[in-house]
T-cell receptor
């Protein structure tokens, strides 16, 4: 069984640039969620994708957007980067049908905005 | 509002001893799940234990157990026979009728030899 994988693991951008982060869900999981974890904080929910549609969104501005593909992999896009966007971005997958709320996380992408 | 609060930023314990991490939450939902996740320095969040709100019996997973007090909205994690590999950030989280998790701010646990 393949777990959740994310790429890239680290990246550095400057203010105003755009970034795309990628995630492959665990096999058999059709739901992908993205979380932002600032340094020293708990993860904050960004949004969730189910069957290629956004299925819930946290308190993040529209410049945070996403996609889910037919193979259930997902992308997180952030436009017009700000310094406060520096964080660890975690992708998590789940088998929505179980509705247990248990998520399986990847190791994250560490974004630094200068 | 649905919240999760962890009031202990850091804890330490000696190897083989027992430690309890605290968590309180707030929700008006009747159907919810509570979790403890572990995030070691490698960063990957790992589920430690899960509790269904409708179950009165406290969940147990080997050395890990919870004390779930529904009326008090308290959900503490007890780690028995602590091991060096238990050193990590521990996050309490709640899932209130959705797959979205609401996390606390975490407790950094250091296990000393």
């Amino acid at each position: 069984e393949t777990g959740v994988t994310q790429s890239p693991t680290h990246l550095i951008k400057t203010r105003g640039q755009q970034v795309t982060l990628r995630c492959s869900s665990q096999s058999g999981h059709n739901t992908v969620s993205w979380y932002q974890q600032a340094l020293g904080q708990g993860p904050q929910f960004i949004f969730q994708y189910y069957r290629e549609e956004e299925n819930g969104r946290g308190n993040f501005p529209p410049r945070f957007s996403g996609l889910q593909f037919p193979n259930y992999s997902s992308e997180l896009n952030v436009n017009a980067l700000e310094l406060d966007d520096s964080a660890l971005y975690l992708c998590a997958s789940s088998p929505l049908a179980t509705n247990t709320g248990e998520l399986f996380f990847g190791e994250g992408s560490r974004l630094t905005v200068l | 509002a649905q919240t999760v609060t962890q009031s202990q930023p850091e804890m330490s314990v000696q190897e083989a001893e027992t430690v309890t991490l605290s968590c309180t939450y707030d929700t008006s939902e009747n159907n919810y799940y509570l979790f403890w996740y572990k995030q070691p320095p490698s960063r990957q969040m790992i589920l430690v234990i899960r509790q269904e709100a409708y179950k009165q019996q406290n969940a147990t997973e080997n050395r890990f157990s919870v004390n779930f007090q529904k009326a008090a909205k308290s959900f503490s994690l007890k780690i028995s026979d602590s091991q060096l590999g238990d050193t990590a950030m521990y996050f309490c989280a709640g899932s209130y009728n959705t797959d979205k998790l609401i996390f606390g701010t975490g407790t950094r646990l250091q296990v000393f030899p």
